[in-house]
């Protein structure tokens, strides 16, 4: 993929994102490269992934390794 193409990809892809955090992270790794920011980190957005993610733990919304690379590997194709 050439670097408009992946420009293009990239674009349309952060056009689809809902989530405040993976726009904070994409914003702070392209202002600032890596590491990520000591804010994104302690963000409340971050507090909130992850009381979502230990809420799906505990109601048994989870996936194997595999579908989820599945999954990703759809959404990526997209």
Known sequence: MNQTDLKNEIH???DA???DLVLEIVYDILANGLPISEDILKSESL???I???LDDIKNGRVMSDEQA???IEEWLNK
Do not use: I
């Open 69 to 71: 690379n599945k999954e």
């Open 47 to 49: 507090n909130r992934a």
């Open 17 to 19: 994102v809902k989530d």
């Open 51 to 53: 009381d979502r993610g």
């Open 12 to 14: 349309s892809k952060l």
